[in-house]
């Protein structure tokens, strides 16, 4: 099954193509978050030697992260869905990271740490040695808090927190373990039913009626 992998949830946004065996065959990335994303698409396709009409499975890193990226690729998949009808899986884009860090020979009770805003982080917990484990699902943690679990065990960052958390491992999601985690995978779904992991509840400001002139 040819694969083609979305992951936009960080600045280091990537694309990769896979065949469902856990080999990437095209991959790219560019460190720009208002970059092209089909050009990026285009690249990796053109490196696999895949055209668009071989693509059986849309993969896409639903972070959390950056919630504009995580909109786009989402909105790129339910585009393909429709033209192709295509297979569509998501995947937290923190199980990336735990692939990775799996890969980077990064073990024991592992935390990851994503920047939530407003003074807060995301934060998963894994046990990570030959096999990959969630001890703990995504929660928000307050920024004071953050500081502490270097004492608790190995810490993983983004690069944009590497200068705030000096002693952590740096790690992006990668489009290229995207893919090999959605091989395996026969969870698919609708376009509709791809959600950005987001774990704050929605609120919002009514507007105001409009005044009426005297």
């Known amino acids: 099954m040819k694969i083609l992998a979305l992951e936009f949830s960080s600045p280091r946004r ?18 720009d ?52 009808r295509v297979h569509l899986v ?19 009770r592992v ?7 407003r003074g807060e982080f995301y934060l998963g917990i894994y046990e990570i040695g030959a096999t990959v484990q969630l001890l703990e699902p995504l ?4 920024g004071a808090e953050a500081p502490l679990l270097a004492a608790r065990g190995p ?3 983004g690069q944009d927190l590497a200068t705030r958390f000096p002693g952590a491992h740096v790690l992006e999601p990668d ?13 698919f779904v609708a376009g509709e039913q791809l959600q950005p992991i987001y774990l704050r509840e929605t609120n919002f400001v ?6 009426k002139s005297p």
Do not use: M, N
Not at 90 to 108: N, R, Y
């Open 14 to 31: 990537s694309v990769a193509v896979g065949d469902g065996s856990g080999r990437t065959s095209g991959a790219c990335e560019q460190g």
């Open 33 to 84: 978050r208002g970059g092209q994303p089909f050009a990026l698409i285009e690249r990796a396709l053109e490196q696999a030697s895949v055209s668009r009409e071989q693509i059986e499975c849309v993969a896409v890193g639903l972070g959390p992260g950056s919630y504009a990226g995580i909109r786009s690729a989402i909105a790129l998949a339910q585009g393909w869905q429709l033209a192709r």
């Open 90 to 108: 998501g995947i937290p884009s923190v199980d990336c990271l735990a692939a990775q860090a799996q890969a980077a020979g990064i073990h024991g």
């Open 111 to 117: 935390h990851f740490l994503i920047d939530a805003q």
């Open 139 to 142: 929660r928000l943690l307050p």
């Open 155 to 157: 810490v993983v960052v």
């Open 175 to 187: 489009a290229a373990a995207l893919c090999a985690l959605a091989g395996p995978r026969k969870d």
């Open 206 to 211: 009514k507007a105001p009626l409009p005044r």
